[in-house]
């Protein structure tokens, strides 16, 4: 167990609706990823929070969304969904902002969004 | 832009068996590398990891050299088990403006029979 938390850990849903993601990080951790992975895509990087500020961005959607809140936890919002959209949805967090790059990423057990 | 290659899949070995699953990197500068495993409905776990050329990555009886005249950092295990069936994955991490965020590799399905 990493000791991040994701919910729910499977979602479906149809065509043009909104879904949120949420993900608690581990006790302590300011950085929150949100990745994506999808058989035709792989694992990619979305987006980055570092103690409630956006820090980096990947190859996120327009459609898609994410904040991170004072308690640390955060949401990936995704709208307008298509059938491309389906994936699995990791959230990471780590202690810091990785600098140095020796801060180690815990990764969530993932959310599993199906379109249809 | 930075990117991760990964040998192709899947890759079936007997308990055992020697493992190598190649992984090179093309990216501006020096990067730090890791092995992650992602086991049947589970998140990613780290599984090892090196910040500098020459560096050796070991854990579990895996291990991986970062090779910078090479840019590779091949996994490697001397004998696997059944319990080593996973997806790996190879991934590169700079710190500075990037802010961390992993590139990875497009994952290598690794099954091992008794």
């Known amino acids: 167990d990493s000791g991040v938390t994701q919910t729910p850990k499977h979602l479906i849903t149809a065509t043009g609706q909104r879904v949120t993601l949420r993900c608690s990080p581990r006790s302590g951790d300011l950085s929150v990823y949100w990745y994506q992975q999808s058989l035709d895509q792989g694992l990619q990087f979305l987006i980055q929070y570092y103690n409630g500020e956006e820090r980096a961005k990947g190859n996120i959607l327009e459609r898609f969304s994410a904040q991170q809140f004072p308690d640390l936890h955060s949401e990936l919002n995704l709208s307008s969904l298509e059938l491309g959209d389906s994936a699995l949805y990791f959230c990471a967090s780590s202690e810091g902002i990785q600098a140095d790059s020796s801060y180690e990423q815990y990764f969530g057990p993932g959310t599993r969004l199906t379109v249809t | 832009g930075d990117s991760v290659t990964q040998m192709e899949g899947p890759v079936t070995l007997s308990e055992e068996a020697f493992l190598t699953i190649n992984c090179t990197y093309t990216?501006?500068?020096?990067?730090?590398l890791f092995w992650y495993v992602q086991y049947p409905g589970e998140g990613l776990q780290l599984l090892l990891k090196?910040?500098?050329?020459?560096d050796k990555g070991s854990n579990k009886g895996f291990e991986a050299t970062y090779r910078k005249e090479t840019t590779s950092f091949h996994l490697e295990k001397g004998s696997v088990q059944v319990s080593d069936s996973a997806v790996y994955f190879c991934a590169l991490r700079f710190g500075g403006t990037s802010y961390g965020k992993l590139t990875f590799g497009q994952g290598t399905i690794l099954t091992v029979h008794p």
């Open positions: 990216a501006t500068g020096y990067p730090s």
């Open positions: 090196a910040t500098k050329a020459d």
